[in-house]
């Protein structure tokens, strides 16, 4: 898609009206709920840090916040998931999660700082549901087409030892690694 940057604002605003014209009204809906969930968004973000991620694991199911990673952390897991972080990351959250990479100035609220998470019981269930899902409002988009399930649980597990000093991974209940084979049955 190219950019309509050099059309000026009010251009754009009549490109829009005239297309959603032709009958496309889905678009009102969704364009509505957006500017809902990031005037949410930006209100979180503008009242503090711990209002800030209250309001961002509240809209993570229950069971989700208690769900430990399934997978320990292993040398190879944390590779892993360093090298999904540079590969999808780090572009927003920055090299040291503080949430200062080159878009940064260009997103608001900006991407989460992960230090700030320390100590405020963020398990590796809340990291899983918000990489896999994105976080509406946010330019925190979803990653489920991108990135299979033990890739998310291994990013999530290098954010949670990396940036926030703390982790649950292989707590109970555990994973079964994606490289098990059944043992085969003797005849």
């Known amino acids: 898609m190219p950019s309509f940057e050099f059309l000026g604002r009010e251009k ?3 490109l829009i009206a005239y297309k959603q014209g032709l009958g496309f009204k889905n678009a ?7 500017k ?19 309001w961002l694991h509240s809209h993570v199911p229950e069971p989700w916040t ?3 990673n399934p997978y320990p952390t292993t040398e190879a897991g944390l590779k892993r998931g360093h090298k999904i972080y540079q590969s999808f990351c780090i572009g927003c959250h920055g090299s040291i999660g503080d949430g200062m990479g080159p878009a940064q100035s260009y997103l608001y609220p900006p991407p989460l700082n992960f230090t700030l998470l ?3 019981g963020v398990s590796g269930g809340i990291l899983y549901y918000q990489i896999m899902n994105g976080i509406t409002g946010t330019a925190m988009p979803y990653f489920k087409r991108e990135l299979q399930s033990e890739k998310i649980w291994d990013v999530g597990n290098y954010v949670a030892v990396t940036f926030i000093g703390e982790t649950d991974a292989g707590a109970a209940p555990r994973g ?9 049955e003797e005849n």
């Open 36 to 54: 809902t969930w990031k005037k949410k968004s930006v209100d979180a973000y503008e009242a503090g840090p711990d209002k800030n991620v209250a």
């Open 66 to 68: 208690k769900l430990p």
């Open 28 to 34: 009102d809906f969704r364009v509505q709920r957006q």
């Open 118 to 120: 320390k100590g405020r």
């Open 176 to 184: 079964i690694p994606a490289a098990y084979e059944p043992p085969a």
């Open 12 to 14: 754009i605003e009549a």
